[in-house]
């Protein structure tokens, strides 16, 4: 009977202790905060020239690190800056080459055409010499032959106012015709012979004048 008792007594006491666990759940303390921080996980897409890019109204472009695609479309446009500044480079430096080189052809190309211009007008120079050294040949040869018919016609006079043995001796002189001279095949050599045949007609045309000389004693 007792220990029915007993047992009914500490019942209870076991429900109670059951009640009290469910009613009381853990709780937290009010004063305790959950903070998370979201890093700043954003980059700025740089140009070539390691400024930021902006936009047409001055503002910098920004991207997501954690974003390939942002990633992928940044590092393009710096490939794509340092390809057109490469390439850009490269043409500049193509066209400089190719400006020298043209200069450098044109310089010769005149400086040969200068060289071959001043060939022929030194040619034409030395033409134009020959032949007016075989004009004032042909000049001294005409005269010579004159003189040469004057005497001829002295001495056959018998005019004793001449030095008649003078002119007997000049009368059997041949005046020689000139050569056929080409001044185009050797300018210089030809001018040479002009002048050495202008200097015999021209001495020989003196000889001629002198012995046509009447003498003034045989004149008083």
Not at 169 to 179: F, N, W
Request: aromatic share 6%; charged share 25%; with cysteine.
């Amino acid at each position: 009977m007792e220990e029915s008792m007993a047992r009914h007594e500490k019942q209870p006491d076991k429900a109670d202790g059951q009640t009290n666990s469910v009613r009381k759940p853990r709780t937290f303390s009010s004063t305790a905060t959950v903070e998370t921080s979201k890093p700043d996980n954003s980059v700025n897409i740089t140009n070539r020239n390691g400024k930021p890019e902006t936009d047409a109204s001055g503002v910098s472009y920004q991207t997501n690190t954690k974003d390939s695609f942002q990633i992928a479309i940044s590092q393009g446009v710096q490939d794509g800056d340092t390809w057109v500044h490469n390439h850009v480079k490269n043409l500049i430096r193509r066209s400089i080459i190719v400006a020298v080189i043209v200069v450098a052809v044109c310089i010769v190309v005149f400086g040969v055409m200068g060289v071959r211009t001043s060939q022929k007008m030194r040619e034409l120079n030395a033409i134009n010499d020959c032949r007016d050294a075989v004009a004032t040949m042909n000049a001294s040869y005409s005269k010579d032959f004159q003189l040469k018919g004057k005497i001829v016609d002295a001495f056959s006079s018998m005019d004793s106012s001449y030095d008649l043995e003078k002119l007997s001796t000049l009368y059997q002189e041949e005046v020689k015709s000139p050569k056929a001279l080409d001044c185009k095949a050797d300018p210089s050599g030809t001018t040479s012979k002009a002048n050495t045949e202008r200097a015999a007609y021209d001495k020989q045309a003196r000889t001629f004048e002198r012995a046509l000389t009447k003498n003034e004693a045989n004149q008083n």
